[in-house]
């Protein structure tokens, strides 16, 4: 005889009666009876009812568009037996690169160990960097009469020339109360777009110069007008995309719009070429000349500092050594030599500045001064403040056959 199935009648209490248990061919009768418009809420278990097809309204209301990850109702259910896993979204590898970009933007230039030696160090010894600082910031805070434009050039691409400029634009505008600028005339597009972002997008320089050839009066209004402001006292001025070939006279527009608002002007300047000639070089007080740590980047800085000799005898030029790839000491050292070398020949002051090699500055990002490394900070500073000490004074009044070494006379100040 057969066994009967388990039931509450036949002494199983925790059996389920056969009758509230649908079989397999009865679930499948029950799924193809319901309307495609509404299938089951969870898809992995079994519909609870049939539910009446209701008629779709002739003009519905509209909606949202669906977020990622969402199943549309409407879809068969053959398609959705299981839930799609969640991905990461199509516009994270763009997401992805910006914080890797803001990651390497905000690193520090020291190391964290190197950061946690030297504040051990200050507890046992006593550390020369407090002092030094402050006193090159007190030197930078020199008061200025009329605006003074600082020019920085260099003899090939990749010094650093861009990185000087927003690194001592954003000292300066630290610690000084009046305008500082940081423009750049070496080309499109500008190295100071990703050093100093602005989301504003000012116009260029064609249009500045536009503004100081038709006024005789310029005021700060015109300038704001026209540049990035980055802080409350530091402006951006690059070349704009629809200006054309930069000219002589957009130069000197340029150069008398700054003279009259800003009272330190950083310009980074284009190499020497016949159209400009020495437009941008006879207008400025004191000169940078950025030069790599290499025998090529130094031997090519023989050339302009020869020119610079014939041309502009009388313009104070403060070399400095840029290290972007982080050189070996022995070639820092061959560079250093080599150019004095240069000076010494063409006349020049045979003092050279270095700026060491810093992970921060080294990034080609936004700079933040507080993430630049306590050296090559100090590094800054003194650089600064002998740019702004030579723009400032006045040169001698000798020939280059009567002293060819010309001294800056003190100011009287």
């Known amino acids: 005889m057969p066994t009967p199935p388990p039931s509450p009648e036949n002494g199983f209490p925790g059996a389920v009666p056969q009758t509230e248990q649908p079989t397999q061919a009865a679930e499948h009768r029950a799924g193809a009876e319901l309307p495609a418009q509404f299938p089951a809420q969870f898809p ?3 519909p609870l009812a049939p539910v009446p097809a209701v008629p779709a309204p002739t003009d519905p209301a509209p909606t949202d568009p669906a977020p990622a990850g969402f199943e549309d109702p409407a879809a068969p259910a053959q398609l959705r037996t299981r839930r799609r896993p969640w991905t990461q979204p199509e516009e994270e590898p763009e997401d992805a690169q910006r914080f890797s970009a803001f990651s390497r933007s905000a690193r520090h230039g020291d190391p964290g160990y190197r950061r946690a030696w030297r504040a051990a160090a200050r507890v046992v010894v006593n550390d020369a960097f ?16 009329t605006g003074r434009r600082i020019g920085i050039i260099g003899a ?9 400029a927003a690194a001592m634009g954003l000292l300066l505008s630290g610690v000084r109360v009046d305008h500082i600028a940081a423009v750049d005339l070496a ?8 050093r100093l972002p602005s989301e504003e997008q000012p116009a260029g320089v064609r249009s500045l110069a536009e503004v100081a050839a038709g006024r005789q009066e310029i005021s700060l209004t015109d300038l704001r007008s026209h540049s990035a402001q980055l802080r409350s006292t530091l402006h951006r001025i690059t070349l704009d995309d629809a200006d054309p070939a930069l000219r002589a006279e957009h130069v000197a527009g340029t150069f008398q719009v700054l003279s009259h608002t800003c009272a330190v002007s950083l310009i980074e300047l284009p190499e020497l070429s016949p159209e400009l000639g020495t437009a941008g070089l006879s207008s400025v007080h004191a000169l940078i000349l950025a030069v790599g740590p290499s025998p090529a980047a130094v031997e090519a800085t023989r050339s302009l500092l020869r020119k610079l000799q014939q041309e502009l005898p009388e313009t104070p ?27 010494r020949e063409t006349g020049h002051p045979h003092t050279v500045h270095l700026l060491d090699a810093d992970r921060h500055l080294g990034g080609g990002l936004r700079i933040s001064l507080k993430r630049v490394g306590e050296q090559r900070r100090l590094q800054l500073a003194q650089l600064a403040a002998a740019a702004l000490g030579a723009a400032s004074a006045e040169p001698a009044r000798l020939s280059p056959a009567q002293d060819p070494h010309p001294a800056l006379a003190e100011d009287p100040r």
């Open 44 to 46: 992995d278990s079994a």
């Open 187 to 194: 080309g499109r597009p500008s190295g100071l777009l990703q």
């Open 317 to 343: 030029v403060i070399p400095v050594i840029v290290d972007t790839r982080r050189a070996r000491t022995a070639e820092r050292r061959a560079a250093v030599h080599a150019l004095k070398t240069h000076l």
């Open 130 to 145: 407090p002092t030094d600082y402050a006193a090159a910031v007190d030197r930078c805070q020199h008061p200025v009469t």
């Open 156 to 164: 090939t691409g990749g010094t650093g020339k861009s990185t000087l």
